[in-house]
Nanobody, 122 residues
Framework: QVQVVESGGGLVQPGGSLRLSCAVS????????ITWFRQAPGKQREFVAR???????VYGDSAKGRFTISRGYAKNTAYLQMNLLRPDDTAVYYC????????????????WGQGVQVTVSS
């Protein structure tokens, strides 16, 4: 059974940093793609970044230049380092994975974490 668990959300002031963690368990392979999405109130779920088993990363426009996604040492773990946070980064951040999908559309993804709240406010 596949499980996705996120951690690391919280309240931060504008310009600050946060690091989110994601652990995906239940896949036999250690090379699953791990993807972060976010959803702000009243908005659609938005692609943030993804990382493949080799550490190759792809970023959404909102994340470029400020966020860094990386692979952890443990099997199928990943981190999202978020710097220079802005109030419009406030959202619930979700980690997701799927054997067959790794695109920017969240709808095909099968496995999701419970989400972590990130609030950027002074």
């Amino acid at each position: 059974q596949v499980q996705v668990v996120e951690s690391g959300g919280g309240l931060v002031q504008p310009g600050g940093s946060l690091r989110l963690s994601c652990a995906v368990s239940g896949f036999s392979t250690g090379n699953v793609v791990i993807t972060w999405f976010r959803q702000a109130p009243g908005k659609q779920r938005e692609f943030v970044a993804r990382v493949n088993g080799g550490g190759g990363a792809v970023y959404g426009d909102s994340a470029k230049g400020r966020f860094t996604i990386s692979r952890g040492y443990a099997k199928n773990t990943a981190y999202l380092q978020m710097n220079l946070l802005r109030p419009d980064d406030t959202a619930v951040y979700y980690c997701a994975s799927d054997r067959f999908h790794n695109g920017v559309d969240p709808r095909p993804y099968t496995y999701w974490g419970q989400g972590v709240q990130v609030t950027v406010s002074s």
